[in-house]
């Protein structure tokens, strides 16, 4: 199956901004919804974004719409996740996660964790203030 890593995590002053990225190895990675989750010490695995098999279709959490953007390169095999006006709460481990493309009744993505079958390493975001 498809492997994950994320890279572009470290550490930034509140304002600034982060690109991460999430190289898929292994089988092909068209097929897969791709999404972003972050968790903080203490605090449940939450999700940030997705995007579907296309990059056609994209989903960002509404706590980060205004400031994050997903996108997906298939050729590159590459889902980035650009960090923009970064926060303090905004602090946490970064994942990308595949999941097999289908639909959770209407909707190509689900927001749930534990639907994700893939997962990657993570990779830290601190925000500093």
């Known amino acids: 199956q498809v492997q994950l890593a994320e890279s572009g995590g470290g550490l930034v002053q509140a304002g600034g901004s982060l690109r991460l990225s999430c190289l898929a190895s292994?089988?092909?990675?068209?097929?897969?919804?791709v999404g972003w989750f972050r968790q903080a010490p203490g605090k449940e695995r939450e999700f940030v974004a997705a995007?579907?098999?296309?990059?056609?279709?994209?989903a960002v959490a509404d706590s980060v719409k205004e400031r994050f953007t997903i996108s997906r390169d298939n050729a590159k095999n590459t889902v980035n996740l650009q960090m923009n006006s970064l926060k303090p709460g905004d602090t946490a481990v970064y994942y990308c996660?595949?999941?097999?493309?289908?639909?959770?009744?209407?909707?190509?993505?689900?927001?749930?964790?534990?639907?994700?079958?893939?997962w990657g390493q993570g990779t830290q975001v601190t925000v500093s203030s």
């Open positions: 996660a595949a999941d097999q493309t289908k639909w959770y009744g209407s909707t190509w993505y689900t927001s749930r964790a534990d639907e994700y079958d893939v």
């Open positions: 292994g089988r092909t990675f068209s097929p897969y919804t």
């Open positions: 995007t579907s098999w296309s990059g056609g279709s994209r």
